[in-house]
């Protein structure tokens, strides 16, 4: 039997074509004005609507242990990082799944989870744009507390948005891992989705979580997503925790992404493709 | 030089019996029955470099089943693949450096942008050298017509149109091995042909391998020399496409225009002789009569035995089509096709 033409790409060639492939899920993404539009001015309102409620709490004067100068920065923030990583990944091969078009996603290049993770990298470049205008909207109402608390802050907010992203793609690969045996995982795509909408600290920062459900929030992956990078983001982690946090985030990253890896390749055999 | 050989390949799915109806359904989700459905079984065969293979079998017979073993999206039950010398599932990505797939109906290229984009996409993902993508881009574009489709978004091209922005996608690297399942679904009969021309030229000047399933038996007859049948996941004939239809097509048919239709005594004599033979006679007019032979040996001793009793105008021999073949294979007669060895 004859050998392979072409050798195995190189990690130049690969990141050449990853980054090509996410600016084009970006591109594809962006490619209907009206809904582009529609969505900016939904999470607008959404954030605003959420924004009211939390201010009629403290304006009933109820007894909340984060200040409120710190919770609506917080607020938008953890919207705004929320935004960016809502990911198409899970919803997207459900649907490639169903129709049997995962076939062609099986067969690329890339690999198939470089091609999933490339696919959600143009999600998040993409999302990015529709969350800016309401980033801009926040620091109007709420001023300079929305604005990262230093240099560092930024940088160091940036990279674990990084790890977050990594995070939210690993979740969402176990996801698909189950799509593929499932043959349909919408189930399982709510209960992430739920998982992530309580734990994440999305409605409210975790401190404020009765127990159990505080405990529990603290060992579970969602608060890495977007609890983490929005409160790195804005001066409020300092001291040994910052680097405790971001050993953390590193761990669930290589946890989720590697445990997501070692099981696409022991359910290959039991892999199966609707659609003929 | 061999690039795709499968022994004893099987692949089996699961799938959970359900009753029918709301109840049917309810009940299901406490019960934990399944059923296994063999979709190919213990299947054999090598494929050499250059070669163009046609699969045929009617739907659910296991060809895309086979397909996608071959290519590693699926993992086989039991048996053994390789292809270009690897297991599929279990190097994929090399692979797919290597190979070329189309599936008709299921999209590859990237919904909202344009074409053209996606062809870019190709480009970096497979790390075409501008050199070779110049003139594989070239010339893919002009022969499937694609020139005035690069500029639009996949969503917006027909059925048609898109099956040739796939089929150029995946041929666009010039691969080793293309694997073609139904390409040419929802092609006109123009476009169908420049497909198949572009096939054979592709295949002549980089010797790539095909492997080709359709239901349109000319894509086979055009494209191939070697066919396999599949009938409910079982290889019945692996072999040469005239072997084929010589093999499965025993009957011809001889239609004979007379002068003048004969007298009753002349046409009971002429049935009489022929009787041994087992042929069937069918005067469709008054001058025309149709004469089907079970085997072609008889049609010597038939066109004499005619000559001798009618006054024949006219005589024309012809042989059942593939189609035709295929078409009674797929109603019932794959039964008497011997396995292939």
New interface residues.
């Given amino acids: 039997m004859t050998a392979l033409a072409l050798p195995p790409p190189s990690f130049i060639q690969l990141l050449f074509g990853f980054i090509s492939l996410a600016e084009k899920t970006a591109a594809s993404k962006l490619a209907y004005r009206f809904a582009s539009f529609i969505s900016i001015l939904t999470n607008t309102l959404g954030y605003c609507i959420f924004l009211l409620v939390w201010r009629e709490v403290y304006r009933q004067g109820t007894a909340v242990s984060v200040p409120r100068a710190e919770i609506f920065p917080y607020l938008l923030l953890a919207f705004l990082v929320n935004g960016i990583l809502t990911l198409g990944v899970e919803a997207r091969f459900n649907q490639r799944l169903r129709t049997g078009a995962i076939t062609s996603d099986l067969l690329q290049p890339l690999g198939f989870v470089n091609f999933q993770m490339a696919q959600g990298v143009g999600d998040a470049m993409a999302n990015s744009a529709f969350v800016l205008p309401v980033y801009v909207v926040g620091w109007c109402f709420l001023g300079p507390a929305v604005l990262p608390a230093s240099f560092a802050s930024a940088a160091i907010g940036g990279l674990s948005l990084v790890l977050a992203f990594l995070i939210n793609f690993g979740l969402s690969f176990f996801v698909i891992q189950a799509c593929c045996v499932l043959h349909s995982a919408y189930g399982v795509i709510s209960m992430r989705l739920a998982l992530h909408q309580v734990f994440s600290g999305l409605s409210a920062p975790i401190v404020l979580f009765p127990e159990p459900l505080h405990s529990l929030a603290k060992w579970l992956p969602f608060r890495h997503i977007v609890e983490t990078p929005a409160s790195i983001w804005l001066g409020q982690v300092a001291g040994a925790r910052l680097p405790q946090l971001l050993a953390t985030q590193v761990a669930w990253a290589l946890v989720l992404l590697i445990t997501s890896q070692l099981l696409a390749r022991s359910l290959v055999r039991f892999r199966q493709v609707q659609g003929g | ?3 795709l ?1 499968a022994r004893c390949l099987s692949r089996t ?1 699961s799938k959970r019996v359900r009753g029918s109806g709301f109840l049917g359904t309810l009940r299901a989700y406490f019960s934990n029955a399944m059923q296994t459905v063999p979709a190919v079984q213990d299947v054999s065969f090598a494929i050499e ?1 250059g070669e163009a293979v046609g699969l045929i079998g009617e ?1 659910g017979a296991g060809k ?1 089943t086979l397909i ?1 073993m071959l ?5 086989p ?1 039991s048996g053994e693949v ?1 292809t ?3 297991v599929p ?1 279990a190097d ?8 070329g ?1 189309v ?1 008709g109906q ?3 290229l ?4 344009p074409t053209g ?2 062809f ?2 190709l480009k ?4 075409i050298p501008d050199s070779v993508y110049r003139h594989t881009f070239h010339e893919t574009v002009e022969r499937l017509s694609l020139g005035r489709l690069l500029d639009t ?1 996949v969503r917006q091209l027909s059925l048609g149109q898109r099956m040739r922005c796939d089929l150029a996608a995946a041929l666009l690297h010039a691969p ?1 091995i293309a694997f073609l399942d139904e390409p040419t679904i929802g092609l006109d009969v123009a476009v169908k042909e420049d497909v198949r021309q572009y096939l054979r030229d592709m295949r002549q000047r980089f010797g790539t391998t095909i492997v080709l399933t359709t239901h349109d038996l000319k894509d086979i007859t055009a494209a191939c020399e070697r066919v396999l049948v599949l009938d409910r996941g079982q290889l019945k004939y692996d072999g040469s496409l005239s072997g084929f239809v010589y093999e499965f097509s025993m009957e011809r048919t001889v239609l004979v225009e007379v002068g003048h239709a004969p007298s009753e005594a002349t046409g009971a004599a002429f049935a009489a002789e022929l009787a041994p033979l087992g042929v069937t006679l069918d005067w469709q007019a008054a001058q025309r009569l149709r004469i089907v032979c079970p085997n072609p040996a008889f049609v010597p001793m038939v066109t004499s035995t005619a000559l001798r009793h009618l006054q024949i105008t006219d005589l024309t021999l012809q042989a059942p089509d593939i189609d035709s073949i295929v078409a009674r294979m797929y109603r019932a007669d794959v039964q008497r096709m011997r396995p292939s060895p």
């Fill in positions: 030089m061999e690039v050989r799915y470099q739907n895309s996608k290519t590693g999206i699926l993992a039950s390789e270009l010398g690897v599932a994929r990505r090399r692979l797919s450096m290597s190979i797939a599936f299921k999209p590859q990237l919904w909202d942008i984009e996606s870019k996409l970096a993902m497979y790390h978004p080793r």
